[in-house]
């Protein structure tokens, strides 16, 4: 456990490092059409992402992960809150996009041995990567709203803080109750 907490913490690091080097180069090269393009939208942290997730894939993380929540298998209540504490805790650092694109195909194997339904899995999958878009530090619809609000990120994250609580609570409660999300998928599928 220590060792998956270092690998990510030093994933998210260099992430960052490189990120404020690359800001670093902007600003004393002055490039402004240049600057204007990443800076002016959210294009530079989605480019912190995508080098994060590159990292992440490199330490092996998502080997990691597997092992971790394998004695889990027995249980898949305690499976799916697992699985979803660790969504929260990558969608804190990447964006939405990179974080399925690396957890998917590294999760879905242990959810199908839990006896786990993939639509169930699916659904609180997005549910959980949407809360993501929200969740400091690199909520993308927080920087987002901030710039165009022309606002600090202090006032939006307090601002949305009681939305994003309860949208936890409601993803948290269909974790223990899956029946509030098969019921109704069971009328399309």
């Known amino acids: 456990m220590p060792k998956l907490i270092a690998l990510y913490i030093w994933s998210v690091a260099i992430g960052f490092g ?4 690359f800001l670093a180069l902007m600003l004393w090269l002055d490039v402004a059409g240049l600057r204007h393009l990443i800076f002016g939208s959210d294009m530079g942290l989605v ?4 080098v994060s997730a590159w990292l992440i894939t490199v330490a092996q993380l998502p080997a990691e992960v597997v092992k971790l929540l394998q004695p889990l298998l027995d249980s898949p209540r305690l499976l799916m809150f697992a699985i979803m504490v660790l969504v929260i805790v ?10 399925i694109l690396i957890l998917t195909p590294v999760l879905m194997p242990l959810v199908k ?9 699916g659904v609180l999958f997005i549910i959980n990567n949407a809360i993501g878009l929200i969740t400091p530090p690199v909520g993308t619809v927080l920087n987002t709203v901030a710039g165009v609000g022309k606002v600090s990120m202090d006032v939006v994250t307090r601002g ?6 309860a949208q936890f609570a409601v993803m948290f409660l269909m974790v223990l109750f899956p029946q509030l999300v098969m019921v109704p998928a069971r009328w399309f599928y």
């Open 18 to 21: 490189l990120s404020a080097v």
């Open 47 to 50: 480019a912190a992402a995508m």
């Open 90 to 99: 990558v969608g804190t650092a990447m964006d939405m996009t990179p974080t």
């Open 113 to 121: 041995a839990a006896g786990i339904d993939p639509v169930y899995f």
């Open 160 to 165: 949305v803080m009681p939305f994003m609580l």
